[in-house]
């Protein structure tokens, strides 16, 4: 079964082809980094008014890569939530055009059910994952940390999530703090190379025995870090601008950059990884998966391979399904598929939404 995927919940324009839930054919994403970086981060207005113009020429592009017309699709899948609102909107009606024009049934995905099977997806010429149940799902986003328990595909239990920011939300603000620019886990990423993780105590909020997770704590204390290395900003105020193009603070020379971003990284990464474990240990999981934009991390990776049992598996998706795709989005809509969740055209597009099939009781 060959499904179309279209995933428009945030700043990214992007479809692919995906046969039976983890072989992907086509996987095109057409970004908006460059502009939005001017900004320091996502204006959901040009977020969505470039999706306009980029969603056809993106649809075509996942169909020529994966060497098929519209017809050969099976099924049409899109992200309805959680998201922007007008971002979703491009998507979602042009999902429900090509439903309605080929005749296709229409399937609604959740982002960050998506996410999490885009640990299943491989290419043709790949082995596919071995992932026994349980398991155990770190999703890390820009807006969500949360600790899922799987006993399937459809089968959910939310175990512990962020009670204020998610681990993205402390790498993008944390970023600006450092004057490092958007998106802040790549850029704390490049600045922590040769810097000390030890240099600066940050707070490691562990919350007790909860699995949940809290990082405002943290990011208020690199605030009062950077603080003592501030200088007045002297530059004329913009005035005019619909949107204000972002100034990073002007700091000292002498500013610790690679320790801080050692630092600050080491505290986030510590944190989802002992959790993770902990998680782990106390459902009696067979796997440890990560997912979601923060998983590309390179230190998380390895903190949580370091620390994982033997005989637990630990498995990341590749970097191209880690940041928002579609073929994550197609990869989840085959097992609705197989159930017969089928949506309809009168669906709508939603700016929150938990994991659909949870069980949280």
């Known amino acids: 079964m060959?499904?179309?995927?279209?995933?428009?919940?945030?700043?990214?324009?992007?479809?692919?082809?995906?046969?039976?839930?983890?072989?992907v054919l086509s996987n095109v994403i057409s970004s908006q980094i460059a502009l939005h970086r001017v900004h320091g981060g996502v204006v959901p207005e040009l977020a969505a008014r470039g999706q306009i113009t980029a969603i056809l020429p993106v649809v075509e592009a996942a169909l020529a890569e994966a060497a098929c017309e519209i017809n050969d699709i099976d099924a049409i899948a899109v992200t309805n939530r959680p998201g922007l609102v007008g971002s979703l909107l491009v998507g979602v009606n042009a999902a429900k055009a090509f439903a309605w024009s080929t005749?296709?049934?229409?399937?609604?995905?959740?982002?960050?059910?998506?996410?999490?099977?885009?640990?299943?997806?491989?290419?043709?010429?790949?082995?596919?994952?071995?992932?026994?149940?349980?398991?155990?799902?770190?999703?890390?986003?820009?807006?969500h940390t949360e600790l899922l328990l799987m006993?399937?595909?459809?089968?959910y239990a939310l175990l512990g999530q962020t009670i204020d920011d998610a681990a993205g939300e402390a790498f993008d603000k944390g970023s600006r703090l450092l004057g490092l620019g958007y998106p802040g886990g790549p850029a704390i990423q490049r600045a922590s190379e040769g810097g000390?993780?030890?240099?600066?105590?940050?707070?490691?909020?562990?919350?007790?025995?909860?699995?949940?997770?809290?990082?405002?704590?943290?990011?208020?204390?690199?605030?009062?870090?950077?603080d003592h290395y501030?200088?007045?900003d002297d530059r004329p105020k913009q005035t005019g601008a619909i949107f204000p193009?972002?100034?990073?603070?002007?700091?000292?020379?002498?500013?610790?950059?690679?320790?801080?971003?050692?630092?600050?990284?080491?505290?986030?990464?510590?944190?989802?990884?002992?959790?993770?474990?902990?998680?782990?240990?106390?459902?009696?999981?067979?796997?440890?998966?990560?997912?979601?934009?923060?998983?590309?991390?390179?230190?998380?990776?390895?903190?949580?391979?370091?620390?994982?049992?033997?005989?637990?598996?630990?498995?990341?998706?590749?970097?191209?399904?880690?940041?928002?795709?579609?073929?994550?989005?197609?990869g989840r809509a085959w097992h609705l598929a197989r159930r017969g969740e089928f949506g309809d055209l009168t669906t709508d597009a939603f700016?929150?939404?938990?994991?659909?099939?949870?069980?949280?009781?």
Request: aromatic residues 6%.
């Open 245 to 330: 193009e972002h100034r990073p603070p002007i700091y000292r020379d002498d500013l610790p950059l690679a320790d801080l971003a050692a630092s600050y990284e080491a505290a986030i990464v510590e944190v989802l990884a002992s959790k993770a474990m902990r998680t782990v240990e106390a459902t009696g999981a067979r796997s440890l998966l990560l997912a979601g934009g923060v998983a590309a991390n390179r230190k998380l990776r390895e903190r949580i391979s370091d620390i994982a049992p033997e005989d637990i598996t630990v498995h990341w998706p590749p970097f191209e399904y880690c940041t928002d795709n579609a073929a994550m989005i197609a």
């Open 2 to 23: 060959r499904i179309l995927g279209i995933e428009t919940s945030c700043d990214e324009t992007a479809a692919a082809v995906v046969e039976d839930g983890e072989v």
């Open 103 to 143: 005749g296709k049934p229409f399937i609604s995905v959740n982002h960050l059910e998506g996410h999490v099977h885009a640990n299943w997806l491989h290419r043709a010429n790949e082995p596919a994952p071995d992932l026994p149940f349980p398991v155990v799902c770190l999703l890390v986003s820009g807006g």
């Open 196 to 226: 000390d993780p030890a240099a600066f105590a940050f707070p490691r909020s562990q919350l007790g025995d909860s699995f949940d997770f809290s990082f405002s704590g943290l990011k208020t204390s690199l605030l009062r870090q950077v």
């Open 151 to 155: 006993t399937s595909h459809h089968d």
């Open 351 to 361: 700016p929150k939404g938990a994991i659909a099939h949870a069980n949280n009781t």
């Open 230 to 232: 501030r200088l007045p």
